[in-house]
């Protein structure tokens, strides 16, 4: 099954999820959404979501340097994507959450930014979606967006399609 790993690109985000709760406009999201044949916790596929693979590690440290620091970001601080990359796993702040979906995120000077790990399950397989949003709050949160947007797609194709392997096979 390694050969059919699917990943869907949906135009609008899932019917119900919680990440644009109190929010009644956004400058960007994006939907992918994966189909498992194993139900798990709402939690365990949040860790495994931040189990990120090594070069996105290596890619979020180059982002620190270039994009986070010298633009005064408050999207995450390279001490902790330092001690957590012996692990791999990158903590994000919890800001909503039920059984079905965790939304973290956080919100800085220049943009406010939500992801969410959601799942829907089905009789025989469960549908996992990996859901995003960004609201500007001024030019330097769209300038710095510019090159996040492209690394933001490929980084989500990883994370799925290696959840899909660890699932399917």
Not at 10 to 15: A, D, F, Q
Not at 43 to 66: D, F, G, H, M
Not at 82 to 96: C, G, L, Q, R, T
């Amino acid at each position: 099954m390694k050969d059919q790993v699917k990943i869907f690109k949906l135009k609008k985000l899932p019917v119900g999820t919680l990440i644009t709760k109190n929010l009644s406009n956004v400058d960007y999201h994006d939907s992918y959404m994966i189909m498992v044949e194993k139900d798990e916790s709402i939690e365990r596929i949040s860790e495994k979501i931040l189990s990120l693979p090594r070069w996105v590690i290596v890619a979020l440290r180059i982002r620190y340097y270039l994009l986070v620091k010298p633009f005064g970001l408050n999207t995450g601080k390279f001490t902790d994507i330092e001690k957590e990359s012996e692990s791999n796993f990158v903590p994000v702040p919890i800001i909503d959450k039920n059984e079905n979906e965790i939304v973290m995120g956080a919100d800085d000077k220049h943009l406010y930014y939500r992801i969410s790990a959601m799942k829907k399950k089905g009789e025989e397989i469960t549908e996992i979606y990996l859901n995003t949003i960004v609201k500007f709050h001024n030019i330097f949160g769209k300038i710095y967006f510019v090159p996040v947007r492209i690394g933001h797609k490929l980084v989500v194709r990883s994370i799925l399609k290696k959840m899909s392997y660890n699932y399917n096979s």
